[in-house]
């Protein structure tokens, strides 16, 4: 079995080796009837070229993973922003349906009681009266200005 082997590596080695013919004189091997290309997946060292074209395209890619996770991260944040005012607009409708009532900013006319020390607030026009308040000392300074506390 050796010898079958070695004869087999000696034949592989000398395969490409022109012979010599009977007479002494060298024959060219014999030329393939038609020559192809294959391509294969082989091995390839790489050379310093090779290694800084890779470390630019690996650069680039770790910049543009940092890049997508920092976007991926602002779209999570802006959803969760979007479900939750969502969630909250949902809650006050459905709380003002259930209690039948709701709070909003209006324009109202205040009218001072300095001798209660309150002011009542009124809708415009005359209105019906929305809420009564006990006067505080910003009052005074900035809305009656020269009246006396009593």
Do not use: C
């Not at 770790?62 to 890049?67: G, P, S």
């Amino acid at each position: 079995m050796k010898d079958n082997t070695m004869k087999d590596n000696t034949m592989k080695n000398t395969k490409n080796i022109k012979r010599t013919g009977t007479l002494g004189v060298t024959e060219e091997p014999p030329k393939p009837a038609a020559v192809v290309t294959a391509r294969r997946v082989v091995k390839h060292y790489l050379t310093a070229e090779d290694r800084e074209v890779l470390q630019d395209n690996l650069l680039a890619a770790l910049e543009y993973e940092k890049n997508a996770e920092a976007q991926f991260a602002s779209v999570k944040a802006t959803h969760k922003s979007n479900m939750e005012s969502a969630s909250s607009t949902v809650t006050r409708a459905s709380s003002a349906l259930r209690a039948g009532w709701d709070t909003r900013e209006e324009e109202l006319e205040v009218v001072f009681r300095v001798e209660d020390g309150e002011k009542d607030f009124y809708l415009p026009g005359g209105g019906e009266k929305m809420l009564t308040e006990k006067m505080v000392e910003s009052d005074y300074v900035q809305e009656l200005p020269g009246v006396e506390k009593p």
